[in-house]
């Protein structure tokens, strides 16, 4: 893509404005490091442009908190209180997800991960957010726990204009075909290659 400009201009009948506006499925994948990196950095970009903005991780623990949702919860805080941007709200699986918290086992785990999408199918019915982060929701996939094709079928047929992320590795073939942006991060060189364990500022 020369300058920002498309290398190809379909004959679909649709206006540059409307092919720019058309709303995005988009996935992180791959072994690389980033993937959750760059759908943050991508809300960032949302919010600065006033979007709704809802963030769903569905492994990490409810106790490890990384520095972008403290970023980003203060921006949808900063929101609230100027109206500068748009709101924020992040929940995360753990121990249950952030609406219903409560104490659970490793076999819990499919039932919170099947809540999770429930919610978020909701919420894309009913246009709640201009932009979904589904965090790590390639790994409930590939164990069984949410269906594939319900999910490629919600994501496709979702109504108005709602953009979708969603990261993780091992993208299922399907959700790689429906997506409309498919980056695959390559794993080439890393500390932990070395036996260097995260630090903070680069992983948290």
């Known amino acids: 893509m020369p300058q920002?400009?498309?290398?190809?201009?379909?004959?679909?009948?649709?206006?540059?404005?409307?092919?720019?506006?058309?709303?995005?499925?988009?996935?992180?994948?791959?072994?690389?490091?980033?993937?959750?990196?760059?759908?943050?950095?991508?809300?960032?970009?949302?919010?600065?442009?006033?979007?709704?903005?809802?963030?769903?991780?569905?492994?990490?623990?409810?106790?490890?908190?990384?520095?972008?949702?403290?970023?980003?919860?203060?921006?949808?805080?900063?929101?609230?209180?100027?109206?500068?941007?748009g709101p924020v709200e992040w929940h995360k699986m753990g121990s249950g997800w952030s609406w219903s918290r409560k104490s659970g086992t490793e076999a819990d785990h499919a039932a919170d991960a099947a809540e999770g999408w429930a919610e978020v199918k909701r919420r894309i019915q009913a246009e709640r957010h201009q932009l979904y982060i589904l965090d790590e929701f390639t790994y409930p996939m590939q164990w069984g726990w949410v269906d594939v094709g319900d999910v490629v079928e919600t994501l496709v047929h979702r109504p108005g204009r709602q953009h979708v992320i969603v990261t993780g590795r091992r993208a299922d073939h399907r959700l790689i075909?429906?997506?409309?942006?498919?980056?695959?991060?390559?794993?080439?060189?890393?500390?932990?290659?070395v036996g260097q364990k995260g630090q903070r500022g680069i992983e948290w």
């Open 4 to 85: 920002g400009k498309p290398l190809t201009v379909p004959d679909d009948g649709s206006t540059t404005r409307q092919r720019r506006n058309r709303p995005l499925l988009m996935v992180h994948t791959g072994n690389g490091k980033g993937k959750s990196t760059a759908a943050f950095g991508m809300a960032m970009r949302a919010w600065n442009q006033g979007w709704d903005i809802g963030v769903f991780q569905f492994v990490k623990s409810a106790k490890w908190r990384i520095g972008e949702q403290t970023v980003l919860e203060r921006l949808g805080l900063l929101h609230e209180q100027t109206g500068e941007g």
């Open 177 to 193: 075909e429906a997506a409309d942006l498919v980056t695959e991060m390559q794993h080439v060189k890393h500390p932990m290659d």
